[in-house]
């Protein structure tokens, strides 16, 4: 169907496990890699919403296109971690939650507190968000990690929305 070249027809099998003894596995690891520190956080734990909106608004600033934040905790509380899980447009965002749990465990995290941004000013969740929300708390659920909020925050007024102060989560 052409799908394959010939000669990788001839060689398609020889990286295939087989009986030959032969045959490599590679052994990898998962290794977290300080990208920038924030020089300033309000506070060393995540309190409540709004305590979250302030680490959230001191990473992203007036950032013109949605990003997508993960924070990792302790059992403390302690904030362990950020990690910027998307970058999308001015308006959209698409996430995958697969990248969050794989965030949160590889940080040892307790609990997550997940935060992005709407460039636009209305902190109100779209439908995609709240669809987000659902499916990453559902995802956390299955491997033991608390998602404590989702914060939605805008570069000014200090508005935001919480989905945990709404009895979403």
Excluded: W
Excluded at 16 to 40: D, F, H, M, T
Excluded at 73 to 102: C, D, H, N, P, Y
């Amino acid at each position: 169907n052409g799908c394959m070249s010939r000669r990788n027809a001839r060689t398609a099998g020889k990286n295939a496990p087989s009986a030959n003894p032969g045959y490599v596995i590679r052994e990898q690891r998962l290794a977290l890699v300080q990208e920038r520190k924030v020089l300033y956080m309000p506070q060393a734990t995540l309190t409540g919403p709004e305590a979250a909106a302030a680490c959230a608004r001191k990473v992203l600033g007036s950032e013109p296109r949605e990003n997508f934040l993960v924070f990792a905790l302790s059992a403390a509380g302690a904030i362990t971690g950020m990690f910027r899980a998307a970058i999308g447009s001015t308006s959209r965002l698409q996430i995958e939650k697969r990248i969050v749990i794989q965030y949160a465990m590889c940080a040892n995290a307790r609990a997550i507190v997940i935060a992005h941004n709407h460039p636009s000013g209305d902190p109100t969740p779209s439908e995609e968000d709240v669809v987000t929300t659902a499916n990453i708390k559902a995802a956390c659920e299955a491997v033991g990690i608390c998602l404590l909020d989702h914060v939605i925050v805008t570069p000014f007024g200090g508005r935001l929305h919480s989905f945990a102060n709404h009895g979403a989560l």
